[in-house]
């Protein structure tokens, strides 16, 4: 087959695969300016060739793309390159601030696109060539926190145009730069709820090569500082210069003059033996080191405090179990007077048990509640609750009772009839023997 292939067509599939590896793996170089606010936008657009169609021609190509950015050799990116990607609709953008330390060393940063559409992914290589700049660093340095904007919208070229216009009106310098742009999340701000469009807040510092104006100024007088204090906002002159397109919080701007600040010097202790150095390679020890033996180490930890711990075992275990003297030993030391006085206080002990158990008996009727029989009530007894109950006749309510009557009443177990004793009711004189007769079921 492709020796019938014409020199057209060679050449036609040569071209097209030498533009996908070009697209896939070649190295994209950018210089940043150490001092200088760097920002490089990842387009989804440049990653769509990579991956193929969608299955039906003429349908818009929006797949959901994200990107991983990471130093070549190393799973996260350098300490100053931050990056930022809202949704998997949007582009990404990796921005930062590079310093002196990193003059003259190509930082390669590895981009992977992942495709969640197909679950396909294309990478390429961007290297960084950071170089000196004019003047590094600028002298005057103001940090502004603009409340109604996130990161990702500040570091479009058009609106940091923009503000960065408006502070060369306000500054009037000669030179000014952008230095770093940071999220207001990254400073311990709170996420913004997702109400009434509010946004997260951004910090931009800006450096220049003039002292700073007297509208800037004006946030260091006291009433300022006074109405700061009390969460109220303070008076500029200067501020309708950037309300119209940023609300910039003038209590929380930052002026910083680099000539007079003081550098601080921290001395760091001598590193010891074990510690690697900040530069060069690891270098392993070598293998003529003598091993060592642990058997001492051993002895002294373990087996030397488990000796100790099984000698005394054995010692308590003899005196608990071997020294014993015994109940007969006991016996045979006590004298014999001192032991007929134990038997006999156990005796005198036992007797008297036995007879309190049995004054445990019933209580007598006399005590109990009375039923009438006529009407049905439940009378008390009519002993008062502080009589002696024990030495109370058994039958009191009846003794010394006049007219009463004696009634038979059948026994539950068999034939036989009982006499029961009942007081004799009268009314109007005449006793009522029906209503006893009826209370009996007689």
């Known amino acids: 087959m492709i020796c019938t292939m014409s020199a057209a067509a060679v050449a036609v599939w040569l071209g097209t695969v030498v533009t996908i590896l070009s697209r896939s793996h070649a190295d994209r170089n950018v210089y940043p300016s150490a001092g200088v606010l760097f920002v490089h936008v990842l387009e989804r657009e440049y990653f769509k060739g990579e991956f193929p169609p969608y299955p ?65 992914t294309a990478r390429h290589n961007l290297v960084i060539n950071i170089k000196a700049a004019e003047e ?15 990161v990702e919208e500040m570091l479009a070229s058009e609106v940091l145009g923009d503000f960065l216009g408006a502070v060369k009106n306000v500054w009037q310098p000669e030179r000014l730069n952008a230095i770093n742009i940071t999220s207001a999340l990254d400073r311990g701000g709170r996420v913004p709820l997702p109400i009434n469009n509010l946004k997260e807040g951004v910090y931009v510092m800006v450096g220049a090569d003039v002292p700073f104006s007297s509208c800037l100024r004006e946030v260091e007088s006291p009433h300022n500082q006074l109405r700061c204090s009390q969460e109220m906002e303070p008076v500029i002159s200067c501020d309708k210069k950037f309300r119209a397109q940023f609300h910039i919080d003038w209590c929380k701007i930052s002026l910083v003059d680099i000539n007079k600040v003081v550098p601080v010097y921290v001395t760091r202790p001598e590193p010891g033996t074990g510690i690697l150095p900040e530069f060069g390679e690891y270098k392993p020890p070598s293998e003529s080191l003598k091993s060592r033996d642990y058997f001492s180490d051993f002895l002294v930890t373990l087996a030397v405090p488990s000796a100790v711990a099984l000698v005394l075992f054995f010692i308590l275990g003899y005196t608990m179990c071997c020294r014993r003297e015994g109940v007969e030993k006991r016996n045979m030391q006590t004298p014999d007077i001192q032991l007929v006085h134990h038997s006999s206080i156990q005796k005198s002990t036992k ?4 007879m309190s158990k049995n004054r445990e008996i019933s209580w007598p009727l006399s005590t109990l509640p009375v039923f009438n029989p006529v009407s049905g009530e439940v009378v008390p007894p009519i002993h008062p609750d502080n009589y002696e109950t024990t030495s109370m006749p058994l ?48």
């Open 56 to 120: 039906k021609s003429g349908d818009p190509s929006n797949d959901p793309i994200t990107f991983n950015t990471n130093l070549k050799g190393y799973p996260d990116r350098p300490g100053w390159l931050r990056y930022i990607q809202r949704t998997p609709h949007s582009d990404g953008v990796l921005y930062g601030s590079p310093t002196a330390e990193h003059i003259g060393k190509p930082t390669v940063i590895e981009i992977t696109a992942y495709n969640r559409r197909t679950f396909e």
């Open 136 to 150: 590094f660093p600028l002298p005057y340095q103001a940090e502004f926190y603009i409340k109604n904007m996130n």
């Open 351 to 354: 007797e008297l048990r036995s």
């Open 395 to 442: 039958m009191q309510t009846q003794a010394n009772l006049q007219n009463q009557i004696t009634i038979p009443q059948q026994r539950p177990s068999g034939d036989n009839y009982v006499m029961s004793t009942f007081r004799r009711l009268e009314v109007n004189g005449i006793p009522e023997e029906r209503k006893v007769a009826e209370a009996l079921n007689l």
